[in-house]
């Protein structure tokens, strides 16, 4: 009876060991953390950002799963929220690398955010990639964190060659927010860019947060007659210095950056016939963004936004160095970002050459009839 007893326990153990050896054979864990704004002002930016992430993951399934090294890998995406407060996404990603041993973090998507999270990653030696943080601190003094967006300061280039190849300005003139870093920075990168290209910045104009009467301002740059007015501020300033613009009688080309591109109604109805640069357009004529479009449309019933579209590149961008690499280990992965050539997505062209800031595709939107219209796509 105890033999048999014994050999029934020899058997049960060896069918278990040698089950929990096929299930780690078939199917090991790839434990990514993804950090965005889940609740809060910004939520719909977070569930836009996961619905990118989703589309990416079916997609690797759909074709087999992700395989590395001839293993294949189950993802777990361990989602945490950062809301828009920079202390709960370093607590966010403090819990991810000590806690659930994540070998990558995607995200945050708000550069106020990224950019702590950014240190503490790379203290840990966990690779990141943020999929809509523009900021260019987010990766100053880091080894382990690259970007699929482009830069605040890299659009501020494209928009003066846009303007002097595109719409054949001579002259331009600006209005920006000298106290914002972001407007001032990218009014520099602009008025740089266009005078070495052969323009002229007949008018430059700059004004103090918080600022609500632009009329001075416009008046000056009205008596300048320049071929195109670039505003590069915030949406509540863009609605006022159009209103007054149009009040005073200008008619000026209006340029602008990203931050012309949020669907508001009311926006749009003020900046009819303005172009403005951002990451992604779902017109874009690319069969590998209709794919995607024609996919994400028949999920959720909408286009799918730049969000969307970054955060799918994110993940696509990690399989590839994953599958290259032969490896999932974040050390052969933050070494391989360091190295990183080109890479092209739905976002268009990535060309890293060595930075973790990518030289890539800027798509120029065009505002017709109330809508945000594909104009052009500037590949670098």
């Keep these: ?8 326990l020899v058997i049960f153990v060896t069918l278990l060991l040698a089950a929990c050896s096929r299930q780690d054979e078939k199917e090991p864990e790839i434990r990514i953390g993804f ?13 836009s950002c996961l619905e990118g992430a989703r589309i990416a ?22 989602l945490k929220d950062g809301q828009n407060i920079p202390e709960l996404a370093v607590q966010a990603a403090q819990e991810l690398i000590n ?25 840990a030696d966990v690779p990141m990639i943020t999929q809509n943080s523009t900021h260019p601190d987010v990766t100053k003094g880091t080894d382990c964190v690259v970007r699929t967006c482009f830069t605040d300061t890299f659009q501020g280039g494209v928009m003066a060659r846009f303007a002097r190849e595109n719409l054949q300005a001579r002259t331009a003139a600006v209005l920006f927010d000298v106290a914002g870093a972001f407007n001032r920075t990218i009014t520099e990168i602009f008025v740089n860019h266009f005078k070495e290209a052969g323009g002229q910045i007949v008018a430059s104009e700059s004004y103090t ?7 001075a301002h416009l008046r000056r740059i009205a008596e300048s007659q320049p071929d195109v007015l670039f505003l590069p501020n915030y949406i509540h300033e863009i609605r006022l210095q159009i209103d007054q613009l149009r009040e005073l009688g200008m008619n000026v080309q209006i340029i602008g950056a990203d931050t012309m591109s949020i669907r508001n109604a009311e926006l749009i109805a003020r900046i009819e016939g303005a172009y403005f640069s951002t990451h992604f357009s779902a017109e874009t ?12 449309q028949r999920k959720f019933q909408r286009e799918p936004t730049a969000a969307v579209a970054l955060t799918y590149d994110a993940l696509n961008l990690y399989f590839q160095i994953a599958q290259e690499q032969g490896s999932i280990d974040p050390e052969k992965i933050v070494a391989a970002m360091q190295n990183l050539e080109r890479y092209e997505g739905v976002t268009g062209i ?19 009839d109330g809508e945000f219209r594909f104009h052009t796509r500037i590949d670098p």
């Design 209 to 215: 947060t918080g600022e609500r009467d632009f009329r």
């Design 1 to 8: 009876m105890k033999k048999t007893v014994g050999l029934i």
């Design 57 to 78: 993951l079916e997609e690797i399934e759909h074709r087999g799963g992700l395989v590395i090294d001839g293993r294949r890998y189950r993802i777990n995406l361990i």
């Design 285 to 296: 004529p690319d069969d590998r963004v209709q794919v995607f479009s024609a996919e994400y």
């Design 99 to 123: 806690h659930e041993e994540v070998v990558l973090i995607i995200g945050p998507p708000i550069s106020s955010l990224a950019i702590p999270v950014a240190q503490l990653a790379c203290q």
């Design 350 to 368: 990535m060309e890293f050459r060595g930075s973790p800031d990518p030289r890539k595709s800027v798509v120029i939107i065009h505002v017709v």
């Design 35 to 47: 950090i965005a704004p889940f609740t809060g002002v910004l939520r719909d930016l977070g569930t």
